[in-house]
């Protein structure tokens, strides 16, 4: 791989001992953070969710099966179909049970996403837009302890336009999801109107903030 994108040695020490599942949805996200975690030698299988929203959706399913055979990898799908109404909060709930299935079932320890820079400033943002403290602020981090596994987020210090970079450098096949762009999101609106243009200029700024809030945060939590 070329320009291969570092990942924390906290989120390597995790990966390397432990048996692994990729939240997968064959986007540019996981499909780069499918390949950059097997350029670092981790074993991980993957995991994909079906909604049936768009025509496309059965050809992700597909090509994340052969995406797996290809490198010899298990690969988990599930179909499921949703109401519009709060689409994206059950849609997230309905994903996680899935993988916690999985995860309980065959003994995994860890669940990797490839939420980025750009996800936590819009969280950030949604949040902001609602009134929010300094531990909601904060959102999601690198590694997070659940009960029975770990969700880790090992691209969450890269910015969009890296992973963009990194998969037209390596290029790396990925799925255009054409509901990110819909305005009717409320994340998507904060998306389009508000974060990606800003973490485009600011991003190293960004970065060294949520450390901060991240310390802050810390610092009001209980242990």
């Known amino acids: 791989m070329q320009q291969l994108i570092k990942l924390s040695i906290d989120s390597l020490a995790k990966l390397k001992k432990s048996k692994n599942l990729l939240a997968y949805s064959a986007g540019s996200d ?3 953070l499918f390949y950059i975690l097997k350029s670092y030698n981790i074993d991980f299988d993957i995991a994909l969710i079906n909604y049936k929203t768009r025509k496309q959706s059965d050809c992700e399913e597909a090509y994340a099966k ?3 055979k290809r ?16 689409f994206e909060h059950n849609a997230r709930k309905k994903r996680y049970e899935f993988f916690e299935t999985i995860i309980k ?8 996403t490839a939420h980025h820079l750009n ?5 950030f943002l949604m949040q902001l837009s609602r009134g929010a403290g300094t531990v909601e602020l904060n959102g999601m981090s690198e590694i997070e302890k659940k009960e029975n596994y770990n969700i880790l987020r090992p691209l969450l210090h890269v910015d ?3 992973i ?9 096949k990925y799925f255009q999801d054409i509901s990110n762009s819909d305005t009717k999101y409320f994340r998507n609106q904060i998306r389009d109107e508000f974060a990606t243009s800003f973490v485009s200029k600011y991003k190293d700024g960004i970065k060294r903030s949520f450390e901060y809030i991240s310390n802050d945060a810390k610092s009001l939590q209980p242990k």
Do not use: G, Q, R
Request: glycine letters at 0%; charged letters at 35%; aromatic letters at 12%.
């Open 30 to 32: 996981s499909n780069a």
């Open 66 to 68: 052969e995406l797996a």
């Open 71 to 86: 490198y010899n990898k298990l690969c988990f799908t599930s179909t499921c179909k949703l109401e519009e109404s709060n």
């Open 105 to 112: 079932k065959h003994s995994y320890k860890n669940l990797i």
């Open 119 to 123: 996800d936590k400033f819009e969280w």
């Open 160 to 162: 969009k336009d890296k």
């Open 164 to 172: 963009l970079e990194f998969l037209k450098i390596n290029k790396i």
